[in-house]
């Protein structure tokens, strides 16, 4: 079993859902025999954070890659970086490094693509839905991606930086992101990418009558497929 690489922290609560992904598939992969064998660097959330609303993208590339780096060095056969956002920088991350780097928009369009969808809506960070690194990858694979109007790109940010990443979960946001949902549904989406690593945590697959694309999901069975 090769070991996993994980840059992680962005934030911790998403990186107990792809730790616990990694175990629990590979335990049932190998009928109990064996768990998942991870490396885990956790960087500064907060910091992080604070560089993406300045823009300051070469710096969070700094921090990113040598966490990569460092996991590349402790004995790590692929990385993941367990964020959508953080993607913004993958090719720098993935030209820093000479093992495996497992992308999280190239895994989740090829399960888009076996679902035979070709237009899906994309939920995700302001960042993850308004810049091109997700939607170029997917439009790459034939896939067109729509993203809410500029009220929804706001509710669903505010929801995922003052509530989700913090572990907060409550009835009122998740009925709000329904509702844009909903919308997105109506302007032709065939399914909905849950592309924020925090948003599993509130909204459900039985919750939505479309097929939801759990990204952290995706990308930690990717991994685990590639172990």
Excluded at 11 to 26: A, I, M, Q
Aim: hydrophobic share 45%; proline share 4%.
């Amino acid at each position: 079993m090769k070991i996993i690489g994980l840059v992680g922290g962005t934030g911790w609560v998403s990186t107990l859902d792809y730790y616990r992904y990694f175990n629990e598939l590979v335990y049932k992969n190998t009928d109990g025999e064996s768990t998942a064998e991870v490396i885990i660097n956790s960087v500064n959330y907060p910091a992080i954070a604070k560089l993406t609303a300045a823009g300051k993208w070469d710096e969070i590339t700094k921090i990113i890659t040598d966490a990569a780096i460092t996991l590349q060095t402790a004995g790590a056969k692929c990385i993941l970086l367990g964020a959508n956002t953080m993607h913004n920088i993958a090719p720098q991350v993935k030209a820093a490094i000479n093992i495996p780097f497992i992308h999280i928009a190239e895994e989740t369009g090829k399960e888009i693509l076996k679902k035979g969808i070709k237009k899906v809506a994309l939920l995700g960070t302001k960042y993850t839905m308004q810049l091109p690194f997700f939607k170029d990858v997917l439009a790459r694979m034939g896939i067109e991606t729509i993203i809410p109007n500029e009220s929804g790109i706001q509710i669903i940010n505010d929801g995922i930086y003052k509530e989700l990443a913090l572990g907060i979960i409550t009835a009122v946001t998740k009925e709000n992101y329904l509702q844009i949902m909903q919308k997105l549904q109506q302007e032709g989406a065939e399914g909905i990418i849950l592309g924020c690593t925090e948003i599993p945590l509130l909204i459900k697959p039985n919750d939505f009558d479309l097929p939801l694309f759990d990204t952290t999901f995706i990308h930690a069975s990717a991994a685990v497929n590639f172990s």
